[in-house]
C-alpha cells in the first residue's frame, strides 16, 4: 500500500484501453489502492457516457429483483 504522505514521488501516466479488458484492468489497479483516477472529460454530462447504458440496465436488473 503507498504512502499518504504528499511528499512521496508520484507520476503521471495515461493509459489506453481495450474495451473489451478496462474493466479488468481499472479493478485490478483500484484494488491496489495506488491509483488516482482523473476525469479527462469533464464537460461531458453523465447521461453522455459510454457506460450510461450498462448502469440503466443495472438498475433495471435490480427493481426487477426488489418485486420479487
Known amino acids: ?3 499518504i ?3 512521496e514521488e508520484v507520476c ?3 493509459l489506453f484501453l481495450q474495451s473489451g ?4 484492468c481499472v479493478s485490478e489497479l483500484g484494488e491496489l489502492g495506488l491509483v488516482e483516477f482523473r476525469d ?3 464537460n461531458v454530462n ?3 457516457r459510454k457506460f450510461v447504458s450498462e448502469v440503466r440496465r443495472c438498475e433495471d436488473l435490480e427493481k426487477t429483483f426488489r418485486e420479487y
Open 1 to 3: 500500500m503507498g504512502s
Open 5 to 7: 504522505f504528499r511528499s
Open 12 to 14: 503521471l501516466v495515461q
Open 21 to 24: 479488458s478496462a474493466y479488468n
Open 40 to 42: 479527462l472529460n469533464p
Open 46 to 48: 453523465s447521461f453522455q
